[in-house]
């Protein structure tokens, strides 16, 4: 059956499912006679209706179970019902805030610097120079300690976590004197590689489906991926002319890596497969956020001034290596953008004047504009319904952006740094701006809790949750766990502590 059978027949479902609901009325004789001609119709829709092979290419269609196959149901009829069923519950729960809310356990006298999600796996990085994991999709937080080489250091006396970023696999810390570590989660908590640069690290990236790490330190940005044997070396070695602030490794590359930088006013394409530099963005105003796809890069640039011209995002085709739009034109800067996460042909920003925009990328126009934050936009996801944002001043804040409607929001009283959720999760961290404890009184909960930093999991679905974390790093046979707990109504607007 072509595609517009499928759209047909789901049509007739729809009208038919509704007809069903709607208060039955007494039936006249006419409209019995009429029905009466058409029997043959009937049959065909009733045995269309029970095609299975129809209802597993609906499940398809609209994302359900996508990597199972026919015959791993025998009713997908009934699946379809289900799956839409738990879709509608998720969307209630996340309306009402309604679900499991844990605060991931913080380690003692130290302050947080960096966190990173995928997947439902966190990883946090320390003043104290220590790495944690959690595996939120499990019942019980396992959250081990990611162990450095230098076993001989003293408690506290490693150097602090610059940045960490985590995928299916792999975790990755960079150190403020420019060690960089790699675990592999798969295999234990000690590091499969070690690579120092002789300056500090400027920004750290992580490829989210294959075994890549980019890093850039002083005017180099370095490629790191294993051989086939599995020993990590240096697939591609680069040169700039300028300090790169961001760093993005292009997503579904196969085999060769592609990263992009932004160093200033210039923006890199990076190719490890011939150690090519490409210059994407040149001698403009310099760039301000930045994120990829796997076609595309998206990143805001500096204004003028209202009278000259105001911020842009600009975005461009990585295979053309051309503009393709130009879109904003704002008063303040961009301070955020999300193009890998949001839908097709849309796209989310933040900006300093504290409001969130949806772009569409296929007019170039701005398609909702909402005024989300006091201060400036630190973080920013959507969905096909919802955004979720957080801001300088603590706030993190969901909205059904299709009723331009505000559902629910969390103040933590740091920044918010990090934001990633999925259908039923949502994860959360508040990153302080300062590293250095503001009082020497330790022993004080209170004083401690209000500047070390929060970091947040949030369950919607809280049956979806495992007994055993998939990675064995994760699992219960480690020393370390967090301490959690379930509040069925998330029933704490405000933390001032």
Not at 16 to 36: C, D, G, S, T, V
Not at 79 to 91: P, T
Not at 280 to 308: E, I, K, M, R
Request: net charge negative; glycine share 6%.
């Amino acid at each position: 059956m072509d595609d517009y059978s499928l759209d047909e027949f789901r049509r007739r479902w729809q009208e038919e499912l509704a007809q069903a609901q709607a208060p039955k009325k007494r039936r006249r004789p006419e409209a019995a006679e009429r029905r009466a001609r058409r029997p043959e119709v009937s049959k065909t829709w009733k045995v269309i209706a029970e095609d299975e092979v129809l209802w597993y290419r609906l499940c398809q269609q609209e994302g359900h179970l996508p990597d199972s196959s026919i015959s791993d149901y025998s009713c997908w009829k009934l699946i379809f019902q289900e799956c839409r069923a738990k879709e509608h519950m998720l969307r209630t729960n996340w309306k009402n805030r309604k679900g499991a809310v844990s605060e991931l356990e913080h380690v003692p006298d130290t302050v947080l610097c960096d966190v990173h999600s995928h997947d439902g796996v966190v990883i946090a990085g320390y003043t104290s120079g220590d790495v944690r994991v959690w595996d939120t999709r499990t019942w019980d937080y396992v959250a081990p300690f990611l162990e450095s080489e230098d076993e001989e250091d003293e408690p506290g006396m490693q150097p602090n976590v610059s940045f960490v970023r985590i995928n299916s696999s792999l975790a990755v810390a960079a150190y403020e004197d420019g060690f960089l570590n790699i675990w592999d989660l798969r295999t234990g908590k000690y590091p499969v590689h070690r690579f120092e640069h002789d300056a500090r690290i400027q920004a750290l990236a992580l490829s989210q489906d294959d075994a890549t790490v980019a890093t850039a330190s002083a005017f180099d940005v370095v490629m790191l991926s294993p051989n086939e044997e599995g020993y990590w070396q240096i697939a591609a070695e680069f040169e700039v002319p300028k300090l790169v602030q961001y760093l993005e490794i292009v997503p579904e590359t196969r085999r060769y890596p592609v990263a992009v930088a932004a160093a200033g006013d210039l923006m890199y394409l990076l190719k490890a497969e011939d150690s090519a530099r490409t210059l994407l963005y040149a001698h403009g105003p310099p760039v301000t956020c930045l994120d990829v796809s796997a076609n595309q890069v998206a990143f805001g640039v500096q204004g003028l001034g209202w009278v000259y011209e105001g911020s842009k995002i600009l975005v461009y085709s990585l295979e053309a290596g051309r503009r393709l739009l130009k879109l904003g034109n704002v008063l303040r800067d961009f301070t955020c953008v999300n193009l890998s996460d949001s839908p097709p042909n849309l796209m989310v920003s933040g900006n300093m004047d504290g409001r969130v925009r949806i772009h569409d990328l296929r007019s170039g126009n701005i398609a909702l504009s909402l005024s989300a934050h006091q201060l400036r936009v630190s973080a920013v996801q959507m969905d096909d319904w919802k955004i979720v944002s957080g801001g300088e001043e603590g706030l993190v804040s969901v909205w059904d952006y299709r009723m331009n409607q505000k559902l629910w929001e969390v103040y933590s009283g740091h920044p918010v740094q990090h934001i990633s959720f999925s259908s039923h999760s949502l994860i959360t961290a508040n990153v302080p701006y300062q590293t250095v404890m503001r009082n020497a009184d330790l022993d004080s909960f209170t004083t401690h809790r209000r500047h070390r930093g929060l970091i947040r999991a949030y369950e919607f679905a809280v049956d979806q949750l495992a007994f055993q974390s998939p990675l064995p790093v994760c699992r219960s046979s480690c020393d370390a766990m967090a301490t959690h707990y379930y509040d069925l109504a998330l029933a704490f607007p405000y933390n001032h502590v």
